[in-house]
């Protein structure tokens, strides 16, 4: 049987076989740790990470962790618009898409960016 995490990266193989991010749209990759949330934007054709945020650069962390998540998802839109990116593709990471990654992608929507 396999442990939570290892169960994780397995899903998170199976996605990323299926999933690639250009240059025009890239991967949108989250990673949650036990505090702490990051989401960036992935090229995987020049394997380069064109921007990221994380709850590090959120100074008001007041609030539920999910409303984090979605100031986080909305630091990466920012982040996405200015450098003139509108379209991205979500990459789970293996994690089941609701809570503080459903939040981070709802965030990342209302500020402008599609998936």
Do not use: C, W
């Amino acid at each position: 049987m396999l442990s939570r995490n290892a169960s994780r990266i397995h899903r998170h193989n199976r996605i990323r076989a299926r999933i690639q991010g250009t240059e025009t749209t890239p991967r949108i990759s989250v990673f949650m740790s036990a505090k702490h949330i990051y989401a960036q934007l992935v090229d995987d054709d020049k394997s380069q990470t064109i921007t990221s945020a994380s709850d590090y650069e959120i100074t008001d962390k007041k609030g539920k962790p999910e409303e984090i998540a979605n100031k986080v998802g909305k630091l990466l839109a920012k982040k996405a618009t200015d450098k003139k990116i509108i379209t991205a593709v979500f990459d789970r990471s293996g994690y089941q898409y609701h809570g503080k990654v459903k939040a981070l992608a709802e965030g990342a929507r209302e500020n402008g960016l599609q998936f």
